[in-house]
């Protein structure tokens, strides 16, 4: 069993505070550092990690150090941070990986660049900031280990070894072909998002009541237009040709839909979203049970308690839960919870959700 870790946390965001609580929980030593006395204030009060003054004091005797910094400044830190911390493995996670490990691999030193790993979780949300961290943002999650072509096996195993062991799941991916990805399924989502809501914004000085309108699928869509503005800037330009790549094959598909509908092709717009619906039920199941999921949809009462009450009810049939989303109604009082589960389960979900007077809907 390997012993605790020392880990330094450069920068206490939303991931670099749960990268600190995650390792905490594993047991290891904790510090962190960040330019922002009160983002570290808040990390320490919510963390519990050990405070320092500066970079060297927080990577001193270091055995893994995560920059977690803006993408502009996260190579510099990296550099750094290998200088100051001889014996550590330094890993950042920014969401972009070329335009970080391009720089770090012109500016460290040889020796240096054995031990840097690149990486990002694919975790977090629209919410920023130390005060929404939790050891759970990695739960679970992908965890994309991108080495640098110097990298050596054992740094790389070890980063591993951790992330495995703080309940996240590595996977090495060359870094061009992540940056590629997280284009279409991260970067570009957060685009239409975006896009999105500008729309609605400025259609709301002509129609002023067009937002009071707004249901449950569009605040679905338009929930990444609360993300952090500054940073969502900083990952775009920085895999500015792969999410070009990524908006132009979407506007493709708007068209190809647009045009099908324009045409009142009813059969053509069916099949695609029949297309889609399938891909999508395919992505909410874990991989032992894509061979089929279905969806209920359960409407449920604003108060305490019900979420649990809900989910010991799946418990007790014996049915696992997949996904699950909750839509909050804009006027109060009621919401509603799509449940995904096991196809082969469904049936004994609707029963035990009837029998506690719940009334689910089979959506799929």
Known sequence: MRSAERVAVIGTGLIGTSIAMAGARAGDQVRGFDADPDALSRAVERAGLTPTTDLDECVRGATIVFVCAPIPVAAELVVEALGLAPDAVVSDVAS???????????????????????GHPMGGSERSGPDHASPSVLDGVVWVLTPAERSDDASIARLEGWVSRVGARPIRMDAERHDR???????????????????AASEEAGEPEILLLAAGGFRDLTRLAASNPRLWSDILLANGAAIGRAIDLYVERLEALRDLVVAEDGGGVESAFAEAKTARLQLA????????????????????????????????????IEDLQIVH???????????????????????????RWFEPTRLA
């Open 96 to 118: 972009v990986k070329s335009h970080v490990m391009v720089e770090v691999e012109s500016r460290a030193r040889v020796d240096g660049l054995r031990r840097y790993v690149g």
């Open 181 to 199: 990805l997280v284009a279409m399924v991260s970067h570009l989502p957060q685009v239409a998002s975006t896009a999105l809501m500008g729309l």
């Open 285 to 320: 199941a874990k991989p032992q049970v894509r061979a089929g999921v279905a969806v209920l949809q359960v409407p449920v009462p604003d108060r305490p308690g019900v979420l649990a009450e809900l989910t010991s009810t799946m418990g007790e049939a014996e049915v696992n």
């Open 329 to 355: 109604s804009p006027e109060g009082g009621r919401g509603t919870v799509h449940l995904t589960v096991a196809v082969d389960t469904v049936e004994a979900a609707e029963r035990a959700l009837r029998e």
